[in-house]
């Protein structure tokens, strides 16, 4: 019996890779490589579009296509990338997954508002920039214009693109922060103590490796005593720890959850949310000697992006627009920041929690991390204009087991796609359009979802995707 599931799981997870982008594998003819793959761009179809719903649902309004009523939008984000450097793979395959979900819920005909973005503000964006010699705004701008390139590269479908310099978003950051302020979740104090820039996070001593580096990014912590706002997360320990308790899958995978638990059972510390020796930033309202801390502005991103580009920027309108988020996906080096601080941030300020956190794992190489901090990093460019996207959406969806870390190498990801994609997908899609022009002239003689109509396997497939 587990060996039946596994090869349904398995069976589940090849089809549906191969159903996201079927268009791109019509009508060539199969061809190894050493070096690279390529699959030629004619297709018996002429739009993607007419086939599946792969494109963006940029109206919200849409309603549910079998009952006609209005459809609660399935919301789908991830992080909002930091503009300290050019994107990377990590990146990349956050937003591919996140495609992947967006494009099989479309195709259960819900409306999608699939958000995306890059957070621009920081220590480090100002840092980057003077490294280069430009000013902070014109790094971001050219750094959030070349994560949108390789979303267009990548094929990926997204409905909205935040950036937290938009005017809206500061707006939406600003009567944030006042309401969390009006709650009395907000104190002036001092802290000192061992500070990441990379991570832009004090640490417990604790938790350092030696000759205190961040276990992240595996350099030293600084030393440094401000005087800042805080927030007063410990306000609510008790609140988050019935909130895990009594929804266990606000957290996934289920191991991520028993961190995020552990965490709050360590005891919750209240956390700085205001920098003064930051200047890139968006003031705090009630004093503008000071900048608002780069994740109390980020994550509102997620609701600030909800807006409509004309509309006049207010919570309310954010909020009823399509909150609360129905998956935030993430790396797991940012679990803490969404399945602690968010939710309690979203609770002092009387808005309603994300239905869901999935952590997934790093991609390696060499066993380690990948990343901008690191320098390690495989530069996706490349390797869309090397392989295409099919081919490199295709092995990181499939090769890499969801949730967990996952290595890449250049000879296994050619050995992947020429074996699955090139031998056994393109050789039956071939051998079927064969046999499709020989004895049908090219035509399908019924709808086949009229055709599956009162068969078994509609209905086996049918109580699998209500699994899901």
């Not at 599946?52 to 909002?80: D, H, M, R, W, Y």
């Not at 780069?294 to 009823?320: H, M, R, T």
């Not at 090397?386 to 967990?404: C, T």
Request: charged share 20%; glycine share 6%.
């Amino acid at each position: 019996m587990a060996a039946a599931r596994m090869n349904i799981n398995c069976s589940i997870q090849s089809s549906l890779s191969c159903l996201l982008k079927p268009s791109s594998f019509f009508n060539f003819k199969t061809t190894h490589f050493k070096n690279r793959v390529y699959f030629p761009q004619n297709h018996f179809i002429s739009s993607k579009r007419s086939m599946l719903c792969t494109c963006s649902s940029n109206n919200n309004t849409s309603s549910n296509f079998q009952t006609g009523e209005k459809a609660e939008p399935f919301v789908i984000t991830t992080p909002l990338y930091y503009v300290n450097a050019p994107p990377h793979m990590g990146s990349a395959y956050t937003t591919i997954a996140a495609d992947a979900i967006a494009r099989f819920q479309r195709l259960l005909g819900k409306q999608v508002i699939f958000i995306t973005g890059t957070d621009e503000h920081g220590e480090k964006i100002a840092t980057a920039a003077s490294a280069l010699g430009s000013t902070p705004s014109e790094h971001c701008d050219v750094i959030s214009q070349a994560y949108k390139m390789l979303w267009k590269d990548l094929d990926i479908a997204y409905d909205k693109f935040i950036r937290t310099t938009d005017p809206k978003h500061e707006a939406i950051v600003k009567e944030f922060y006042s309401k969390v302020l009006a709650n009395d979740d907000i104190y002036q104090d001092n802290y000192e103590g061992l500070y990441c820039v990379n991570c832009e996070e004090y640490k417990d001593e604790k938790e350092l490796l030696e000759n205190k580096c961040c276990p992240t990014h595996l350099k030293p912590c600084i030393p440094r005593k401000e005087d800042n706002y805080f927030f007063a997360l410990s306000k609510y320990q008790k609140s988050l720890e019935e909130t895990l308790a009594q929804n266990p899958d606000f957290v996934q995978p289920s191991y991520r959850l028993n961190e995020v638990q552990g965490w709050i059972k360590s005891g919750l510390r209240d956390f700085s949310i205001s920098r003064a020796a930051v200047d890139w930033g968006i003031p705090v309202p009630n004093d503008n000697k000071q900048t608002i801390y780069v994740w109390f502005d980020a994550l509102l991103g997620y609701i600030s992006a909800l807006l409509e580009d004309k509309e006049q920027p207010n919570l309310q309108s954010a909020v009823s627009s399509g909150w609360p988020a129905s998956l935030h996906l993430i790396g797991k080096d940012i679990l803490r920041f969404h399945a602690v601080y968010w939710p309690a941030m979203l609770m002092s300020a009387g808005l309603s929690l994300p239905k869901m956190v999935f952590g997934h794992g790093f991609l390696t190489k060499d066993g380690m991390k990948m990343g901008k901090s690191l320098g390690n990093t495989i530069e996706p460019n490349e390797l869309v204009q090397k392989f295409g996207p099919d081919a490199v959406r295709y092995f990181f969806l499939r090769q890499v087991e969801f949730g967990n870390d996952g290595d890449y190498s250049e000879d296994r990801f050619i050995d992947i796609v020429n074996a699955h994609l090139a031998n056994t997908i393109g050789n039956l899609l071939n051998r079927t359009l064969g046999l499709l022009k020989k004895n049908c002239q090219s035509t399908l003689a019924a709808d086949s979802t009229i055709a599956a109509e009162g068969t078994d396997f509609k209905d086996t497939v049918e109580k699998l995707v209500r699994l899901l």
